[in-house]
């Protein structure tokens, strides 16, 4: 038996150019770099300067998946981008993007499932892959959080960063097994009854402005590991695979005592879990592309490995996906 599968052809990245450090906040606001680093993880994140947006990032990270692909922008027919920092309340980033690159053909839509947008974006390009609708799918997670975050909020301000990955999926023919390349299974959840533990404060319909982000930490944190636990236990449990199995482990990266809890429960040894939040901080949708280019950047992830990605965020949402690299 032949199947469809969404095979990983290429990806990239982009960064804004200013880097924040955890000192330089401190300067501004009561914070220190000692509770940032020994609560979150963080010792840096990139700023989005003047010029530099969520469709700009996605652009750039977009043309460093198609070049790491060789391939053009025209052999490209999808494009699903999370985010849930638009440049605009319409249209899409993703038409932005589209355009950006001179691809007139095929279709472009954002997600919108905060942090989990990356997993999201993942399991809706690979559905519309297998089915034989597209062939070829630029999946983005960009974001510019620094635009709405409140400065003067220390418990918030100091998590959240700019930026942006890409990784192109390509329908290949696989033999239905766990040998094959590609997406081998997905798994998207959704609670919208803790809207108010993590979500922003405007809208253009309940408000008419663009709003600032809140958040309630703990409840947050206490919720995510359970919720990642039960949701990567879905994807060994539909494959029949173990964390023993897994080559990569690549999370949201929010918080590393989240990861780190996470990993422990599981059972998943430290040192096959990818970490950037230290540089990066918690770029919401782009965190896991940003962190998969890192490990394949630096040689990590090789052809033909085992990665998991997972990750929770606002509404709640939560998800996670493996795929042979
Ligand atoms: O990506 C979407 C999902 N988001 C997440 O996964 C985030 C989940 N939550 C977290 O990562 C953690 O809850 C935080 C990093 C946000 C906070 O860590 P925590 O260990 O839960 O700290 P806390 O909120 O209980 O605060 C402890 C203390 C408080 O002071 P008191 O009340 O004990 O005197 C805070 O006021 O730390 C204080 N605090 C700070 N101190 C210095 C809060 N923020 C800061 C800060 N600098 N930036």
Redesign the pocket.
Known sequence: MTIRRSTVAGIGHALPKRVVTNAELAAKI???DE??IE??GIRQRHIAGEGETTASLATLAAQDALSHAGLKASDIDLIVLATATPDLTFPATATQVQAALGITQGAAFDVQA??SGFVYAVAIADKFLQSGSHQRALVIGAETFSRILDWND??TC??FGDGAGAVILEAQEGHGGLTDRGVLTSHLRADGRHKDK?FVDGGPSATMTTGYLR?E??E??RH?VTFLAETIEESFRATGLTAADMDWFVP?Q??R??IDATAKKLGIGTEKVVLTVDRHG?T?AASIPLALATAVGDGRIQKGQLVLIEA???GFTWGSALIRW
């Open positions: 009561d914070t220190s509770w940032i609560r979150t905060v942090c220390r418990t100091v998590l993590l958040m930490g703990k947050v944190f995510a949201h929010a918080n005592r989240i918690n919401s929770m965020g606002g």
